[in-house]
T-cell receptor
Framework: EAGVAQSPRYKIIEKRQSVAFWCNPISGHATLYWYQQILGQGPKLLIQFQNNGVVDDSQLPKDRFSAERLKGVDSTLKIQPAKLEDSAVYLC?????????????FGSGTQLSVL | QKEVEQNSGPLSVPEGAIASLNCTYSDRGSQSFFWYRQYSGKSPELIMSIYSNGDKEDGRFTAQLNKASQYVSLLIRDSQPSDSATYLCAVRYGGDYKLSFGAGTTVTVRA
C-alpha cells in the first residue's frame, strides 16, 4: 500500500515570497490533515478536510495561508507572503474517515526555511 | 485547539530500565488517546492507542488512562537504544474528532 506522498521535501525561500506544498493521501482516505511542526514542538493542526470539505481551520492564519483539496483527493497548502516564523516542517496526514479511534498516517513532511 | 501537556524532557534512562512518560489533557470530553513516536528528522508513527480507563499492554509498551484525572501515561519496559526518540501524546476531542498533540518528551536510552 502506498503511503502519504508529499513534495517538495525541502524548500528554502526568502521572507515575503510565496510557497506551495502538495500532498497525495493514501487511496480511499477521506480525511486529510495539514500540521505545522516547529522545531522542538508538537505538531499543530492547521486544517482538516473531510473529502473536499473543511472540518476545522481555526488555527490556519488565513491572511497568509490557504489550502484546498481538489476532488477530495490531493491537497495543496500555500503560504503568501511567508514570514520568518513560518519556518517549520509541514506534515500532511490522512486517515480513513476521521473516526474517533482512527490512526493517522503521516507523509515525510516538507521542511521550510524562510530566510 | 485543546491543551495537551507532557512532562518536560529530555528523559535519559539506562538500557533495560523503565521509561515513564506522562500526559494531561484539558478537554474532559476527550474520547481517544494515542502515543506517537517520532525519530529525529522523521514523521510521527503510532505506537499505542487507548480508549477506556485502565491499562493496555502491547509488547514492551503499556499505556494507562485515567479519565477522571485527565491523565494518560506510557511505560516503556526493558528500554532499548532503538527506543531513543520523541514521544508525542495525542488526544481526540470534539464532535468532529480533532486530534491535538502535546509538545513531546524526548527519551534517550543509554547503552
Amino acid at each position: 500500500e502506498a503511503g502519504v506522498a508529499q513534495s517538495p521535501r525541502y524548500k528554502i525561500i526568502e521572507k515575503r515570497q510565496s510557497v506551495a506544498f502538495w500532498c497525495n493521501p493514501i487511496s480511499g482516505h477521506a480525511t486529510l490533515y495539514w500540521y505545522q511542526q516547529i522545531l522542538g514542538q508538537g505538531p499543530k493542526l492547521l486544517i482538516q478536510f473531510q473529502n473536499n470539505g473543511v472540518v476545522d481551520d481555526s488555527q490556519l492564519p488565513k491572511d497568509r495561508f490557504s489550502a484546498e483539496r481538489l476532488k477530495g483527493v490531493d491537497s495543496t497548502l500555500k503560504i503568501q507572503p511567508a514570514k520568518l516564523e513560518d519556518s517549520a516542517v509541514y506534515l500532511c496526514a490522512s486517515s480513513l474517515d476521521g473516526g474517533v479511534g482512527e490512526k493517522l498516517f503521516f507523509g515525510s513532511g516538507t521542511q521550510l526555511s524562510v530566510l | 485547539q485543546k491543551e495537551v501537556e507532557q512532562n518536560s524532557g529530555p528523559l535519559s534512562v539506562p538500557e533495560g530500565a523503565i521509561a515513564s512518560l506522562n500526559c494531561t489533557y484539558s478537554d474532559r470530553g476527550s474520547q481517544s488517546f494515542f502515543w506517537y513516536r517520532q525519530y529525529s528528522g522523521k514523521s510521527p508513527e503510532l505506537i499505542m492507542s487507548i480508549y477506556s480507563n485502565g491499562d493496555k499492554e502491547d509488547g514492551r509498551f503499556t499505556a494507562q488512562l485515567n479519565k477522571a484525572s485527565q491523565y494518560v501515561s506510557l511505560l516503556i519496559r526493558d528500554s532499548q537504544p532503538s527506543d531513543s526518540a520523541t514521544y508525542l501524546c495525542a488526544v481526540r476531542y470534539g464532535g468532529d474528532y480533532k486530534l491535538s498533540f502535546g509538545a513531546g518528551t524526548t527519551v534517550t536510552v543509554r547503552a
